[in-house]
């Protein structure tokens, strides 16, 4: 009687195991799916860009950075304007909402 009761307190917890186990991959699933983008980006020319997001690129803190693309983006309701900007090797994508502040 008592190997049974350790053999089933064995199998229930290796049971428990394999379900954390799989519960914990869905868990990595579901964050990487919720991190893709969904939303609608166009590519726009440079000169494109509303004045304020150019006087901003222009500005002290972006000068030795120098942009080389811009997409316009709706994501759902939100409407924002992506620049990729490089200086020497490095590369970001900045992104301003309409008036030129930068968001996050």
Excluded: C, H
Excluded at 4 to 17: E, K, N, T, W
Excluded at 61 to 85: I, R, S
């Amino acid at each position: 009687m008592k190997r049974f009761i350790l053999s089933a307190a064995v199998l229930v917890v290796g049971l428990a195991s394999v379900k954390a186990n799989t519960l914990k991959t869905n868990v990595q699933n579901v964050a990487i799916v919720s991190q893709a983008d969904t939303g609608k980006k166009t590519p726009i020319k440079l000169d494109a860009l509303p004045d304020p997001i150019k006087t901003v690129l222009g500005t002290e803190v972006f000068k030795t950075w120098v942009p080389t693309d811009a997409f316009a983006v709706t994501a759902g309701t939100a409407q924002y304007y992506e620049v990729d900007v490089k200086k020497g090797t490095e590369t970001k994508a900045l992104k301003f909402d309409k008036d030129g502040k930068i968001i996050q």
